[in-house]
């Protein structure tokens, strides 16, 4: 279990932890393929969201998966990718969570993932948290930490004991 302290400090930029869903590259579920492998190589990312047209998050989409498709039909040939869609390929089976997380389901989840999508009660995409923002906030705790002397060198803390 997190303690109070840690916690307390962790969250201290909470808001930047969230990358809001209009910050985030995402493709729609009914987009031809053709056009989601056009959006992950001019965007970055190896994997984004998968969205519907009504903002609820429904998957996620990799350009592993993309290329692997790829790999799959006769000639390796962008153009053929137009007869399927986002849906034909997408991974559903992910771990998300919701607004009201805490922050350790967040750092457990995180740690077999790069980002965890984040959802409302409604499933609606609120964004996305990385493993680079929670990465920060530590640097930032153990830097606050450091700083305010709540580290104490075991043989020190022993000798203050006795
Ligand atoms: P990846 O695309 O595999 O990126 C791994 C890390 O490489 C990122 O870690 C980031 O530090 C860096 N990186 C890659 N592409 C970048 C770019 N175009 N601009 C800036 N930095 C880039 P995180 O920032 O922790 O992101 C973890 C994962 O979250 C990313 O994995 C990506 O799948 C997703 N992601 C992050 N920001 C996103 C955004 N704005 N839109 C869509 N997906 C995003």
Known sequence: MI??????LMLENKDSMLIPAENVANVM????????????SKVG?????????EDHFVGLLSIN?????????????STNLS????????????AM????????DVLHLLVNANFLPVV??????????????ILKAVNHT??????????????LAAHLKS
């Open 3 to 8: 303690s109070h302290a840690v916690e307390e």
């Open 29 to 40: 579920v009914g987009n031809p393929l053709e056009h989601a492998l056009l959006v992950l």
């Open 45 to 53: 990312y190896s994997t984004i969201p998968v969205l519907d047209k």
């Open 65 to 77: 998966d993309v290329v692997d498709k790829m790999l799959e039909l006769d000639e390796i040939d």
């Open 83 to 94: 007869d399927f869609t986002v849906e034909d390929i997408m991974r559903t089976e992910i």
């Open 97 to 104: 969570v919701d607004t009201h997380c805490e922050l350790e």
């Open 120 to 133: 409302d009660d409604q499933h609606i995409f609120k964004g996305i948290i990385t493993r680079r923002e």
């Open 142 to 155: 153990f830097h606050e930490l450091e700083q305010k002397n709540s580290v104490v060198p075991k043989f």
